[in-house]
């Protein structure tokens, strides 16, 4: 097992890993797509979805593509044939006039322009020296793109050229997106630290050490900075300074972001643990448990909360109290480990090792049916 992945599970108690040793084997395998020279995870690696307009665009295995909603059909798909040296993993982001920016396993990021159910490769970037796993960020005319190479490279959307003099660079791995505010980047790493960069230069305004692995993208709110960690600790930070606010200890390890609404912060656990938190306080409001360990972030539509467990379930909880909107949970075949989307069609949830890739969960019966097939 991969150094840094062991000492996690050393440190954690026999029932964590039980829960968590199947998403540990998930990320050393990912980490070694990079060392080996081969796209070994091309047969399971991690749907990326996007969704703007009525159009679903997904990064998977081999492909790129763009989905309508309303059909299930593809509008266009990139490459034209499966490439077993190319496999994407990170959200594609969606620009002005239909561009499409993605990264790839094989570190390099591509622009692509669809014209009809053609696509135009715009510029490629192949400076990165490691996989792209977040998703890159559109933000005005440049494209933020995070990298395994543990730098955070800045691109001009027209050209692909660096913006910045030097890309920022942090101690490890970046796994996640980074999130913009006012002019002010958030960004975590997996060198237990979380970054406030200048968004116009990269240059740090200040770090925090939490002492864990942070594997997913921080959460923001007017004035605080949220971000969980592997230790199962959920911190608020002054977005200021970066100094902590408060922290809540969960049972297990935390593997997604948090989703902020109405003062509440909503977040789950590997043990399998749903929490809402009042972000003042940091006071647990209410706290239920899933019916498996649980990756993904949760989602809120209407007046509920969605948590996506890694067996296949989808538990949908009322915000206010965390009681339970179905008799039981949504049950889907294969993995899920992926966030799930929010559309007028239901709630979009990605699996993996399944014969879907995208379902839609209806959110007032919980009522499941494929909308995305592999291609």
Same mark, same amino acid.
């Given at each position: 097992m991969i150094p840094f992945l062991r000492r996690i599970m050393s440190k954690a108690t026999f029932p964590l890993k039980k829960l968590f040793l199947p998403m540990i084997l998930g990320l050393s395998a990912l980490l070694l797509v990079g060392c080996s020279g081969r796209s070994i995870m091309a047969a399971s690696s991690w749907p990326?979805? &996007?969704?703007?307009?009525?159009?679903? !665009?997904?990064? !998977? #295995?081999?492909?790129?593509?763009?989905?309508?909603?309303?059909?299930?059909? %593809?509008?266009?798909?990139? *490459?034209?044939?499966?490439? =077993?040296?190319?496999t994407f993993y990170a959200p594609p982001a969606v620009g002005p006039d239909g561009i499409v920016v993605i990264g790839g396993y094989n570190n390099e990021v591509l622009a692509l322009? *669809?014209? #009809?159910?053609? $696509? #135009?490769?715009?510029w490629s970037f192949d400076e990165a020296t490691d996989r792209i796993i977040g998703g890159p960020v559109i933000i005005d005319d440049m494209v933020l793109v995070p990298s395994a190479d543990g730098r955070l490279y800045a691109l001009d959307l027209e050209t692909g050229k660096p913006v910045w003099d030097k890309p920022f660079e942090a101690q490890h791995s970046l796994w996640s997106s980074p999130k913009i505010q006012d002019d002010r980047i958030?960004?975590?790493?997996?060198?237990?630290?979380? !970054?406030?960069?200048?968004?116009? &230069?990269?240059?740090?305004?200040?770090?925090?050490?939490?002492?864990?692995?942070?594997? %997913?993208?921080?959460?923001?709110?007017? %004035?605080? $900075?949220?971000?969980? &960690?592997?230790?199962?600790?959920?911190? /608020?930070?002054?977005?200021?300074?970066?100094?902590? $606010?408060?922290?809540?200890?969960?049972?297990? /390890?935390?593997?997604g972001s948090p989703v902020i609404f109405d003062g509440v912060a909503f977040f789950a656990d590997v043990s399998g643990t749903a929490y809402?938190?009042?972000?003042?306080?940091?006071?647990?409001?209410?706290?239920?448990?899933?019916?498996?360990?649980?990756?993904?972030?949760?989602?809120?539509? =209407?007046?509920?909360?969605?948590?996506?467990?890694? &067996?296949?379930?989808?538990?949908?909880?009322?915000?206010?109290?965390? =009681?339970? $909107?179905?008799p039981s949970s949504a049950n889907m075949e294969g993995r899920l480990l992926a966030d799930s989307i929010p559309t007028d069609i239901g709630l979009l949830v990605p699996a993996m090792d399944s014969e879907c890739v995208v379902f839609s969960v209806d959110p007032s019966t919980g009522a499941a049916r494929c909308i995305i097939e592999p291609k």
């Open positions: 990326g979805l &996007t969704i703007s307009e009525d159009i679903a !665009y997904l990064a !998977y #295995n081999q492909y790129v593509r763009a989905v309508d909603l309303s059909s299930g059909r %593809d509008v266009w798909s990139y *490459p034209p044939e499966a490439d =077993d040296k190319i322009m *669809p014209n #009809n159910s053609f $696509v #135009n490769v715009l958030y960004l975590t790493s997996l060198d237990h630290h979380i !970054y406030a960069l200048d968004l116009e &230069t990269g240059r740090e305004i200040w770090q925090k050490n939490l002492s864990s692995t942070i594997s %997913d993208s921080p959460s923001l709110t007017e %004035d605080l $900075v949220f971000a969980g &960690t592997f230790e199962g600790i959920l911190f /608020a930070l002054d977005n200021s300074h970066g100094e902590i $606010v408060w922290q809540f200890k969960a049972d297990g /390890a935390i593997w809402a938190l009042d972000i003042a306080s940091g006071k647990e409001l209410w706290g239920e448990e899933l019916p498996g360990s649980s990756a993904a972030s949760p989602t809120i539509l =209407d007046d509920r909360v969605f948590f996506i467990s890694e &067996t296949g379930e989808v538990t949908a909880f009322l915000l206010e109290n965390g =009681d339970p $909107v179905w």
